[in-house]
């Protein structure tokens, strides 16, 4: 069986990718966000121009799954569309015979407030560890990121963290851009815990009964 068939690495509404942009600090939680993540919140950061519509973003979430349901949810655009805001159209248009890089295009729809958001991207593949990508071509003036999913320290859950530059399409109205940041990306985050949470007595009944 050759390898599962990505892609999400993650669009929040906007689509975003590791590159020139990317966040270079690394994303360590405060004491403060620790706690806020124990308490099922979504934890979010960001560092944006003054119109709010540019930057670079971080969020993080507590997901009551191991890593490798995470990775899988991450991974997979039939997965994607659904928790992923305003998604339409996942394809992976190439990828590594071992699974560690894909090439995936995405289509995202606003609707009537703007025009549909085409781009591709590439990812580099470490499984169940980290996920870095960024934008080949398409709308986006810089796309980029990485998440991190890594277990968490009592060892039921993971701790799945984001971070992005992003700098969206001209014709993305400022008022869209910061709803993106405010709004979609804290959904998006908690879609996917929901989707992987409830994946969660699947993946556990599948290693209890491998055959």
């Known amino acids: 069986m050759g390898p599962a068939k990505p892609w999400n690495a993650l669009v929040f509404s906007l689509g975003l990718a590791c590159g020139v ?30 119109t709010q ?16 349901v995470v990775f899988r949810m991450l991974t997979h655009c039939a997965d994607a569309l659904e928790y992923v805001p305003h998604l339409e159209q996942c394809r992976v ?13 995405q289509v995202i729809d606003f609707g009537w407030y703007t025009p549909s958001i085409q781009w591709v991207f590439r990812s580099e593949v470490e499984p169940n560890r980290r996920i870095t990508f960024r934008q080949l ?34 014709f993305v109205p400022n008022w869209l851009a910061r709803s993106t940041f405010r709004r979609e990306l804290p959904q998006m985050m908690s879609g996917l815990r ?18």
């Open 21 to 50: 942009h990317a966040p270079a600090a690394e994303f360590t939680l405060t004491p403060a966000e620790t706690q806020r993540i124990s308490e099922g919140q979504v934890v979010l950061r960001a560092n944006l121009d003054s």
């Open 53 to 68: 519509r540019r930057g670079t973003v971080r969020a993080a979430v507590r997901i009551a799954a191991p890593p490798e």
């Open 93 to 105: 248009r190439d990828q590594a015979a071992d699974g560690s890089w894909v090439v995936v295009e």
């Open 137 to 170: 071509s398409g709308d986006f003036k810089a796309n980029e990121g990485v998440w991190e999913i890594e277990p968490a320290a009592d060892g039921a859950a993971t701790l799945l963290l984001y971070q992005a530059y992003i700098d969206p399409p001209g």
């Open 194 to 211: 929901k989707r992987c949470e409830a994946q969660q007595p699947q993946h556990a009944d599948a290693i209890a009964s491998p055959h």
